[in-house]
């Protein structure tokens, strides 16, 4: 089946630095990938809509100038979180669409998920 | 508005016993899907079920079944004789619209399913 991979898995970075987080579609392309955020025993929160070629779509209250979102290719949406705080550590989990051109009827397929720590 | 709603915090079942899961929906589209997953303490997102506004049977898969009761916007999932490595947290989610592409997931608070030797 089709595949998600994120990396780095995990991560711990000092306050004031920037992390960047890869979310790679293995077997499909996908030109919509979807970012979200866990924080401790909470559920996923819809961060922001990565589109291939074209500016990501945030969510209301996500500063798109701290959560910078990069889909270059068809297999590859970067998140990168900058100058990094406290308060951004969390599990960011990515999603993408293997159902593009078609109408869905199924899984959606999720990456293994980023644990971030900023000390 | 709560989208989804899933109303139990934490569940504790004996092993070999059945279980439901709870999860309430709302809303105004047609056409929707709803999902539940598995998240293990791994934080990894496990595909369990299926359902789809259209679809008239309730969606099985193995030890799976979802509850679909349209009318009561209701998805509730069903793990038949539970097992020690169902312990995890399990959320319903749903997808609006049938717009291809815009697969972005509203996701339930979560339920916390405990399985006791």
């Known amino acids: 089946g089709a595949v998600v991979s994120q990396h780095p898995s995990w991560v711990i970075c000092k306050s004031g630095t920037s992390v960047k987080i890869e979310c790679r579609s293995l077997d499909f392309q996908a030109t919509t990938m979807f970012w979200y955020r866990q924080f401790p025993k909470q559920s996923l929160m819809l961060m922001a809509t990565s589109n291939e070629g074209s500016k990501a779509t945030y969510e209301q209250g996500v500063e798109k100038d701290k959560f910078l979102i990069n889909h270059a290719s068809l297999t590859l949406s970067t998140l990168t979180v900058t100058s990094a705080h406290p308060e951004d550590s969390s599990f960011y989990i990515c999603s993408a669409n293997p159902w593009e051109g078609q109408v869905p009827t199924g899984e959606l397929f999720f990456g293994e998920g980023s644990r971030l720590t900023v000390l | 508005a709560q989208k989804i709603t899933q109303t139990q915090p934490g569940m504790f079942v004996q092993e070999k016993e059945a279980v439901t899961l709870d999860c309430t929906y709302d809303t105004s589209d047609q056409s929707y899907g709803l999902f539940w997953y598995k998240q293990p303490s791994s934080g990894e997102m496990i595909f369990l079920i299926y359902?789809?506004?259209?679809?008239?049977q309730n969606a099985t898969e193995g030890r799976y079944s979802l509850n679909f009761q349209k009318a009561r916007k209701s998805a509730n999932l069903v793990i038949s004789a539970s097992q020690l490595g169902d312990s995890a947290m399990y959320f319903c989610?749903?997808?609006?619209?049938?717009?291809?592409?815009?697969?972005?997931?509203?996701f339930g608070q979560g339920t916390r399913l405990t399985i006791n030797p």
């Open positions: 989610a749903m997808r609006e619209g049938l717009i291809q592409g815009a697969q972005k997931l509203v």
């Open positions: 359902q789809g506004s259209y679809d008239e």
